[in-house]
């Protein structure tokens, strides 16, 4: 079945980089995301990667993937206070919907 | 990116009474989904709305407690139906499958119920 895990929470400083882990277990996923929930809000998608790529980037954002360990990571560069939020990585299965990890929350000390 | 609406935005009922949710897409799509984020928690999905056919749902959900329907390619309706304090959750609608979007999903802003 379908399992994606990440750690619970990250702390970073202004201006360092953040790097939010995520982990799954279905080799088939095709397609891996990212989403932000800012505290009340609904998901905002950041970026997403196709399975037989190794890495995406996308202004301050660079995802890694490495197929052969089921790992994904996020990283932030430059993170700011705005990017205090809860950081969701989901797979996609066979129907398209979407399995998510527990969500990392990222908290960004001035 | 699509524009999808939810309504309510958020509701407080009764135990045993029963509501129902909207979403609607400003673009036809192919696929909408229901999702459940109970407090603290990540999402859960609930189920697929088929249009003109019968909702898929995931284990641990059924139709008689989550009604799902789909007429059209912009809309849905999720229906939970004699509430109890354990459905207080945000309830969000996803799509994918248009075209111009790839493999891009994205959710509505989402209902927050709370169940007394």
């Known amino acids: 079945g379908e399992d994606v895990e990440q750690s619970l929470f990250l702390s970073v400083r202004e201006g360092d980089s953040s790097v939010i882990n995520c982990t799954y277990t279905d080799s088939s996923s095709t397609y891996l995301y990212w989403y932000k929930q800012e505290p009340g809000a609904g998901l905002q998608l950041l970026t997403y990667i196709f399975s037989n790529m190794d890495m995406k980037q996308d202004q301050r954002l660079t995802v890694l993937l490495n197929k052969k360990d089921k790992h994904l990571s996020l990283r932030i560069a430059d993170t700011q206070t705005g990017d205090s939020a809860i950081y969701f990585c989901a797979e996609v299965g066979g129907r398209r919907a979407l399995t998510f990890g527990s969500g990392t929350r990222l908290q960004v000390q001035p | 990116s699509a524009v999808i609406s939810q309504k309510p935005s958020r509701d407080i009922c009764q135990r045993g009474t029963s509501l129902t949710i909207q979403c609607q897409v400003d673009s036809q799509v192919t696929m909408m989904f229901w999702y459940r984020q109970q407090p603290g928690q990540s999402l859960t999905l609930i189920a697929t709305a088929n249009q003109g056919s019968e909702a898929t749902y995931e284990s641990g959900f059924v139709i008689d407690k989550f009604p799902i329907s789909r007429p059209n390619l912009t809309f849905s309706t999720l229906t939970v139906s004699n509430m109890s304090p354990e459905d207080s959750s945000i309830y969000l609608c996803?799509?994918?499958?248009?075209?111009?979007?790839?493999?891009?999903?994205?959710f509505g802003p989402g209902t927050r119920l709370t169940v007394l």
């Open positions: 996803s799509v994918a499958g248009l075209r111009t979007w790839g493999n891009e999903q994205f």
